[in-house]
């Protein structure tokens, strides 16, 4: 069974707007992980927030978390081109790593 | 990069053959994990591993069995492939220590076809 649901399933911006994409899951967790995909390619991680956190910045990057309504929200400011790729909210249930991903949300950034 | 590699990196196969894709890391990392992902499914785990012969099943393990006799090789072998099987395979490590202990490094995938 899939524990995240991203949404939307796919975003258009362009060069210089922020993007913001959601995750929500069904079961408690230890921790939420946002991943990046470029097309073709592994999965990179981005950002890891606990579940005792509620906002964490990396660079043009921010993560909040609501483990009350089981939803994280990913932002991404000021995006670029090079933004362009899918991306994926993963849930670690407990601290041994099976990750549990959502589909994804596709974002294309056009210059 | 996280030293990870996964061999072969593309296979087409038939129906009811055997296949077997091996991950390698250069990390001495001791958990290793294998996904497979299928469009709009996410990645899903197969098996995972927290040491030399210390395996289990994920979350889609039938079909599938895994094999770690050394802390750098995890291998994924589909016993009789079939083509519900088809997908691309991603191996992923993560250390058991440090600052970065919770973060899962993915190797660059292998594209599996079943015809």
């Known amino acids: 069974s899939q524990q995240g649901e991203e949404d939307p399933q796919a975003l258009s911006i362009q060069e210089g707007e922020n993007a913001t994409m959601n995750c929500s899951y069904k079961t408690s967790i230890n921790n939420l992980q946002w991943y990046r995909q470029n097309s073709g390619r592994g999965l990179v991680h981005l950002i890891l927030?606990?579940?005792?956190?509620r906002e964490k910045h990396s660079g043009r990057l921010r993560v909040t978390l609501d483990t009350s309504k089981k939803s994280s929200s990913l932002l991404i400011t000021a995006s670029r081109a090079a933004d362009t790729a899918s991306y994926f909210c993963?849930?670690?249930?407990?601290?041994?790593?099976?990750?549990?991903f959502g589909a994804g949300t596709q974002v294309v950034v056009t210059p | 990069d996280a030293g990870i590699t996964q061999s072969p990196r593309h296979k087409v196969t038939e129906t009811g053959t055997p296949v077997t894709l091996r991950c390698h890391q250069t990390?001495?990392?001791?958990?290793m994990y294998w996904y497979r992902q299928d469009p709009g499914h996410g990645l899903r785990l197969i098996h995972y591993s927290y040491g030399v012969k210390d395996t289990d099943k994920g979350e889609v393990s039938d079909g599938y069995s895994v094999s770690r006799s050394k802390t750098e090789d995890f291998l994924l072998t589909l016993e009789s492939a079939t083509s519900s099987q088809t997908s691309v395979y991603f191996c992923a490590i993560r250390p058991h220590e440090g600052l970065h202990q919770e973060t899962q490094y993915f190797g660059p995938g292998t594209r599996l076809l079943v015809l």
């Open positions: 990390e001495n990392h001791r958990y």
């Open positions: 993963a849930t670690e249930p407990d601290s041994w790593g099976k990750l549990q």
């Open positions: 927030i606990r579940s005792n956190e």
